[in-house]
Each structure stands twice: as C-alpha cells, then as structure tokens.
C-alpha cells in the first residue's frame, strides 16, 4: 500500500464525509493506497504544505487557490466535491432586503479582519444592489471565523464568508435566525466551493496515484450520496470527537452538507476567470493568473 496524506482546509467537519466513507469501504485500499488525514492548526497552511512535498494532496478554496498561485505556489485545482451556498450572513430581523439597505457604517466580521480584502468584496456586493458603500465605510470586525457568535453576540452586523452549511445552521439552532446574500446573487464570483489540489509535481510525475485517488475519492461521494444517513453515521463512529460538543447541532449541520457533494468532480472554470480578474481589482493578485494555471482538468 501507497501512503497518501489528504491535508484538510480547516479542522475535521462534515464536509469531510466522503473521504472517512471511502476509506471505511476499502475504496482507496483498491487503488493500493492508505489515506491519511492531516489537520491544519491554523486554515490557510495546506498549500504551501502541498507545494513544499510535505502532503499528496489538499482540500481548499478557489477564493486562497488564486492568490497562492500568483504568488508563485505551484499548485492546481484538480476536482471540486463540495458547492454551498455562501456570501454575506445577515440576521433576518432587521429589516434588510438586500446589502443595499445596510448602514454605512455596517459593522463586518470577516476573517483577516481589518485587512481590505474582505471589506472590498462587501463593498462590490453593496454596489451591486444599488448601494454606494466604499469599503472605508465598513467597520471590520476580527472574530475570524466564529461569524454566528459575532452576530449573536452584537459585536457585528453582518459576516462574511460565511456558508449555509454550517453558520445558518448554527444560527437557527441558536435560535438566532439568519440568512445569506449569496455571492453571485450580487456580482462576485461563486467562490464557495471545496476543490481538491495537488502540486505540479506531483500532477505531472505521479499521475496514476491522481488517478486512483480521485476515482477513490468519487466513489465515497456517489455513496454519501446515495446512503446519506450511512455516511454521516460511519463519520461520527470514525471521529466521534467531532460531534461530542454538541451532537444536534453537528447532526443538522451534516444534513444540511451531504446534500451540498458533488460527485461530477468538473471544476468551475469560467468562475476561476472571473476570480482571477475580481483578485487583481480587490487586491489579492497584481494580474491575473491563467484558468490554466489553476485548474487541471485532465483526470476528471
């Protein structure tokens, strides 16, 4: 058996399933390898990781893939598995339409907070409603990603970056009601998608292990598809750990996610375009990077 070491995008969570699925039914054993699973203690470290030979493959964001890849970091989407709806989290009781009708000086957690990144992709979002918010106007709020305790806890208006899967969820079942602006619904590119990579070593020298992963890999997808509630059963018997905080709430939150896989495995590339030339005019990259240079398409 080959080792291969899967570095996740954030901690152990139900967008994981697939992968736990298709190892407990043997489907990487097939291909001849053994799937390993690296958790990254801070959200932004797998593709440097990846580049350095220090993990097989990655799970990320083509929202961090543009700009690592424009900094030079030689790696490539090669499979999306995961397509949420995702964008600005807004609480549904005050009376906001649409991001038009946010004050201007709307308070915005969003991580990287108070870097103008995100606060730029908010801005774009407002304007596209009809607003005139320049992103100065916003105030940026630093609660990283724990988007439901800042609203919930009044230290911010609104969030972003945030998905249906998890901070709506969490949210109605603190019963603090919320919704989402979704991100193409106003004008950015529909970024909230979990793609796999590999580096560009590895696509061009180890192409069979690509191969064998990804059909793997889509065959624990196709079933967390087909058997939902065996999947996310046989995710929690293997990480039970994941749900000992508080098991309703990671309950609804892998409902409402295996229904968001995708076992097609076609990355987006008209939005990988349209991302590349939003990056340059929010500030993530001084050109655009090539679709090519993102996204293989050969294995799927």
């Avoid at 152990?12 to 697939?18: A, E, K, R, S, V």
């Avoid at 995961?82 to 991001?99: C, F, H, K, S, V």
């Avoid at 870097?115 to 106007?137: F, K, L, S, Y």
Wanted: no cysteine.
């Amino acid at each position: 058996m080959e080792t291969v070491t899967l570095g996740l995008e954030w901690f152990l969570n139900p967008d994981h399933i697939p992968f736990y699925l298709a190892d407990e039914r043997g489907y990487y054993a097939d291909e001849g390898l053994e799937l390993a699973v690296w958790e990254p203690p801070e959200h932004y470290e797998t593709l440097e990781m990846l580049a350095d030979d220090e993990l097989d493959f990655a799970i990320t964001e083509p929202i961090h893939l543009i700009p690592e890849r424009a900094e030079g970091v030689p790696v490539k989407g090669i499979a999306e598995f995961l397509d949420t709806p995702g964008g600005i989290q807004y609480p549904t009781g005050r009376g906001w339409e649409t991001p038009a009708d946010l004050p201007e000086d709307v308070r915005l957690n969003y991580p990287g907070a108070p870097e103008p990144e995100g606060r730029r992709m908010v801005a774009e979002m407002i304007r596209n409603a009809g607003g005139d918010h320049a992103a100065a106007d916003i105030e940026p709020v630093d609660r990283g990603f724990y988007h439901t305790d800042a609203l919930v806890e009044d230290d911010a208006d609104i969030a972003f970056l945030a998905f249906h899967n998890f901070e709506v969820v969490e949210s109605r079942h603190r019963d603090f009601e919320t919704a989402l602006w979704e991100l193409d619904d106003y004008g950015l590119p529909d970024f909230s998608r979990l793609i796999l990579t590999a580096s560009d070593e590895t696509l061009d020298t180890a192409p069979d292990r690509v191969e064998g992963f990804l059909r793997a890999t889509r065959r624990g997808v196709e079933a967390t598809l087909e058997d939902p509630e065996t999947a996310i059963e046989t995710f929690f018997e293997r990480n039970p750990e994941v749900r000992d905080e508080d098991p309703d709430l990671l309950d609804s939150i892998a409902a409402d996610t295996v229904e968001q896989f995708t076992a097609e495995f076609a990355q987006a590339t008209d939005m990988y375009a349209d991302l590349a030339e939003f990056a340059v005019e929010i500030g993530l990259a001084d050109e655009p990077v090539p679709v090519s240079a993102v996204a293989d398409e050969r294995f799927v």
